[in-house]
């Protein structure tokens, strides 16, 4: 098998949803203040926000973002479940996103400006990346990476 052979998983099945910006996997992030995150997310990192959902108090309950095809959700932290962020529980991420780039460094300065902590600075790695390790303001951890 060649080393490319195992990413040809893609089915060429329309989604259910077409036409409405849906993928087949979507992660959803709980957060204490949805506004913020979004404002983060797009402003920061260069996401783009496609879809909002405030409720009857005008608070904004719901947010879908997108990255380069990669769709999140952002919820507010007790709407539709009782997870909350790794800010609000205190506790670590269990997982690692692993965010491919066109320029790390930039990317890893506008997330420290953003109030964002970087957790290790952009770093050679031994298969070819530029990656760096960072906390956003709401806990979740990031591997900002860029091919080099």
């Known amino acids: 098998m060649d080393k ?14 077409e036409g409405m ?11 204490p203040n949805v506004s913020a995150a979004v404002d983060f997310y797009t402003n ?7 879809a909002e959902l405030e409720g ?13 095809g990669t769709n999140f959700t952002i919820n507010k932290e007790g709407w539709d ?4 962020s790794p800010q609000t529980s205190g506790s670590s991420t269990p ?13 890893v ?5 953003s109030g964002s902590t970087v957790l290790s600075k952009p770093a050679e790695m031994f298969w070819g990346d530029l990656k ?16 080099i």
């Open 4 to 17: 490319l052979t195992w990413f040809n998983n893609v089915e060429d099945r329309t989604h259910p949803w």
């Open 21 to 31: 910006g849906l993928t087949w996997l979507t992660t959803a992030l709980n957060v």
């Open 44 to 50: 920061a990192m260069g996401m783009v926000a496609i």
């Open 56 to 68: 009857d108090d005008g608070e904004m309950l719901f947010a879908r973002i997108r990255y380069r």
């Open 81 to 84: 479940s009782d997870l909350s």
């Open 95 to 107: 997982f690692i996103f692993y965010m491919y780039v066109d320029d790390a460094v930039a990317l």
């Open 109 to 113: 300065d506008s997330m420290q400006k």
């Open 132 to 147: 760096a390790r960072v906390k956003d303001p709401f806990g979740f951890i990031w591997d900002i990476a860029q091919k």
